[in-house]
């Protein structure tokens, strides 16, 4: 057999720690210090500038992390803005939840009603108020930028960092990926585990030759790299990302094999030439390139791929209760052999994903006993070591 692959790293891998002691971590005092050292200050993806495509175009996102729920709006400046989404006259939601296009939004309780740039426009029996300052009544704003199409915002009352700064090095590496692919399905679980054990979960290779060995049993690793290590990782200040390395001789399923005759590969996307990609997807150009796994930090886990990417979001909801959404964005079809094609690939990456998420309560369970009170690393597990470090170091700040 050939010798074992070995991982490029890449970035600073100093102070790492191997034994990551989990107890303390694990309960709710240790979760209210993230939520302010953490959650509030950092620039959290919530979304997509292209989901609100028309000036009154709005969706609703909770946020319980940072005790809110969010309206993010396209003004009729063409500008998208969030705001908590809460009537200044006495705090009722604005908007119950869901998306859509408005010309203006009126609180349900006493018909206050807002600009799409969150003004307060009207108070109804406007003379029974004394002193009302409406200029000052607006919808309460929080910090917003766009970048490639991803609406992040920041819960801090300044943010320390620009965006630009937040997202450091990768700022530039990804220009127009997003673009080239659509939201095909969504799904959301909620399940009773730590937000960084869901997080965890998804940020190493390790466990694909086991947790999946029946719904894709070949697609990565193979003859040439049997323990699946990863070719390239690389670690920046906040984030990091990996490749995952394809098999070259996996062999498609009679299904897959008619999903790749009418449609495009999805996963695994290869056997092909090398597709142009932006210089941050596939970023060492390996040769037997299955896609990345970036993390933004902290709860935001991205794969990227050619003809496809995943979006998925860890929105802890208390110490002990995460909700996982993950959003699948697929090549655009243009015939009907193309959306079929899609429904297999989706209905496998449903398997695998709850594949992913069916460890969860196990492992917070037994670490939140304290039977095991530590994670034991590898190298191939260095994005969960490079992980806890950044969160030593925010609430260390
Ligand atoms: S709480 Fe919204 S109008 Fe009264
Ligand atoms: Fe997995």
Same mark, same amino acid.
């Given at each position: 057999?050939?010798? +074992? ?17 989990? /107890? ?9 210090? &993230? /939520? ?14 292209? $989901? ?49 296009? /408005?010309? =203006? ?28 300052? +409406? ?26 960092? =620009? ?28 399940? +009773? ?18 947790? $999946? ?26 984030? !990091? ?99 079929? =094609? ?31 009170? !530590? ?7 260095? =994005?969960?070591?490079? !992980?806890?470090?950044?969160?030593? &170091?925010?609430?260390?700040?």
């Amino acid at each position: 057999m050939s010798a +074992k692959l070995e991982t490029t790293f890449r970035g600073d891998t100093a102070q790492l720690e191997r034994r990551i002691s989990m /107890r303390e971590k694990l309960t709710p005092a240790y979760f209210e210090r &993230e /939520r302010e050292k953490i959650f509030r200050r950092a620039w959290l993806p919530i979304g997509h500038a292209s $989901h609100v495509p028309e000036p009154g175009s709005y969706f609703v996102r909770e946020v319980p992390a940072l005790k809110t729920s969010l309206l993010v709006v396209r003004g009729q400046d063409g500008r998208v803005r969030a705001f908590h989404n809460a009537c200044t006259h006495r705090g009722n939601k604005l908007v119950r939840g869901g998306d859509g296009c /408005r010309k =203006s939004f009126s609180c349900g309780f006493h018909g206050w009603t807002f600009s799409c740039e969150g003004e307060l426009r009207v108070v109804t029996d406007e003379h029974q108020f004394r002193d009302l300052d +409406k200029g000052a009544l607006g919808l309460r704003p929080i910090h917003t930028e766009v970048w490639e199409d991803l609406v992040f915002v920041n819960g801090d009352d300044e943010p320390r960092e =620009s965006l630009t700064e937040w997202l450091g090095d990768m700022y530039d590496e990804y220009r127009g990926y997003f673009d080239q692919h659509g939201r095909v399905a969504s799904l959301r679980i909620n399940v +009773k585990s730590n937000w960084n054990l869901a997080v965890n979960s998804f940020t190493e290779g390790y466990h694909t030759l086991y947790l $999946h060995r029946n719904s894709v049993p070949d697609y990565q690793g193979g003859r040439i790299n049997p323990e699946r290590h990863r070719p390239f990782m690389q670690l920046f200040k906040r984030h !990091h990302r990996y490749s995952a390395p394809a098999n070259p001789e996996h062999r498609l399923t009679a299904a897959e094999a008619l999903a790749v005759k009418y449609g495009k590969r999805i996963i695994p996307a290869f056997g092909g030439e090398m597709p142009t990609l932006p210089p941050g997807v596939n970023p060492s150009r390996y040769e037997h390139w299955a896609f990345d796994v970036v993390q933004f930090y902290p709860n935001a886990v991205f794969l990227f791929g050619n003809n496809w990417h995943i979006e998925i979001f860890f929105s802890p909801i208390d110490v002990d209760h995460t909700e996982v959404v993950q959003d699948l964005y697929y090549y655009r079809p243009r015939n009907i052999g193309e959306r079929v =094609s899609h429904q297999f690939f989706l209905s496998r990456g449903r398997q695998v994903f709850l594949e992913d998420m069916n460890t969860l309560e196990a492992q917070h369970a037994v670490l939140s006993s304290g039977v095991v009170g !530590h994670l034991q690393l590898s190298q191939q597990e260095m =994005s969960l070591m490079h !992980h806890y470090k950044v969160s030593r &170091e925010m609430l260390d700040e």
